[in-house]
Nanobody
Framework: QVQLVESGGGLVQAGGSLRLSCAAS????????MNWYRQAPGKQRELVAA???????KYADSVKGRFTISRDNAKNTVDLQMNSLKPEDTSVYYC???????????????WGQGTQVTVSS
């Protein structure tokens, strides 16, 4: 089986920074895209940042210039550095990855359990 485990959420004042981390473990053959989503109460889950297996990032317009996504393919991890945080960034943040298992050789989407980020004004 495959598991994604997130860490790094918390409470921060507006203008502050947080770093989220996500580690994939289990019977992994390869990992394609790795992504961070967020979902605020009463809102749809939205893609915040994505990174391809060869390290190409893309960002939602709302976080460009403030958030940076990175990954370590050797460790099967993806991080999200969040700077200049705003109250509207308050959400539960989810790690997502497209992973091919070793046996059987199946590709599926996997999700972490979510980590709360709260930005106070």
């Amino acid at each position: 089986q495959v598991q994604l485990v997130e860490s790094g959420g918390g409470l921060v004042q507006a203008g502050g920074s947080l770093r989220l981390s996500c580690a994939a473990s289990g019977s992994i053959f390869k990992i394609d895209a790795m992504n961070w989503y967020r979902q605020a109460p009463g809102k749809q889950r939205e893609l915040v940042a994505a990174i391809t297996s060869d390290g190409k990032p893309k960002y939602a317009d709302s976080v460009k210039g403030r958030f940076t996504i990175s990954r370590d393919n050797a460790k099967n991890t993806v991080d999200l550095q969040m700077n200049s945080l705003k109250p509207e960034d308050t959400s539960v943040y989810y790690c997502n990855a497209r992973i091919v298992m070793r046996f059987p050789r199946l590709e599926s989407d996997y999700w972490g359990q979510g980590t709360q980020v709260t930005v106070s004004s």
